[in-house]
């Protein structure tokens, strides 16, 4: 087995940086421990592809709630809950049981999951305590993994509200013995990959593909170039694969052409060397670009260019986009959160836009 990184940080203080650092890490922990545990039950009657068949269930019975063109993440705790709290065949009900109070706690996790970033107000210490408590019910009563990472952080939110952290030093007090890192959230063989863009999961090849200055990537001894392994444009696969640039400019490659690299300290899935798979909709990572619909063109935002789309009539004037490094267009709205509406390459979008 390989590993993900669940860990879930203690706030120092009670400021909103802090509290929201602690909300995030704590849905993102409890997110991937709902779509492991559920890996390791519905694998053995569904297959290990079991949430793209789900996924593609739902959008063919119910476009409406679930779009054709979105993509659902299977480590998004929302994907799961939705289907878990609304849906009368969800799988996740032979998972996690079908108790009133199991799915109250499901429909509380949700809801505060929707409010917690409407910044109206300051997230206080309180409200964060609360939704740790609904997340512990949760996991403590599955069974799930991360019942000690989430019972830490219930202890330091009530030392913050007590006042019992931080404590003061005395001068003489002996040096704190260091504390183990938590051990990561084991993860199975034959879970699927990630989108594009995603965190990598499952063992890490050891060797090392080289990019060079003039835009090849290359084996570090041979120097053999990986090009006559790539299906379609190579150029424009080795710019989607790097236009946020690998640590040590170093790839690796997968058995089944899934390339990875490091960006900063995180292992992630960069792309293929064969086709990208159909139901990636949003590839890669954003752009720092901002656009709006106008009529039948796209503006950005920050220059006024402007440009004259065959896609632009069919959105809502004044729809708000982005883009990926691999050339996807998302609208962005307030509920509807993304999908795709477009792919664009370098010749047919703003110049620079696309790296």
Known sequence: MSGVDVSIALPEDETPGELIKGYFTLMRAFGWDLYVTSHFVLRESLGSQWFAARISELKDSDPKNW???????PQDPGVILRDYIHEQ?????????????????AKKILATRNTWFHFGDDPTTAQLEEAAKVVRGFVQ?????????????????????????????????????????????????DLPRPSIGGTWVGPIPALRYRMTRVGDVVHPDTMESVRSRVTGDFAEKVRAWTAVEPRGRELWIDTDGAVGGFIGATPRLLGYLGSDPAEDIARGFFTPHYYAVDGNEIADLDSGERRTTPFAQALADGAMLRATTY????????????????????????PGHLG
């Open 141 to 189: 009563s599955s069974d799930m993994h991360i019942t000690g990472r989430v019972n830490a952080l219930v202890e330091r939110l009530s030392e913050l509200r007590s006042g019992r952290y931080p404590a003061d030093a005395a001068p003489s007090a002996p040096a704190l013995v260091p504390v183990a890192a938590p051990e990561p959230l084991n993860t199975p063989e």
């Open 327 to 350: 050339g996807d267009v998302l609208v962005v709205g307030d509920t509807d959160r993304l999908e795709r509406v477009a792919t664009v390459t370098a010749a047919n979008w703003f």
């Open 89 to 105: 065949d969800s799988p996740y009900l032979s998972v996690f049981g079908g108790q009133f109070q199991k799915q109250t706690a």
């Open 67 to 73: 779009r054709p063109n979105h993509r659902f993440e």
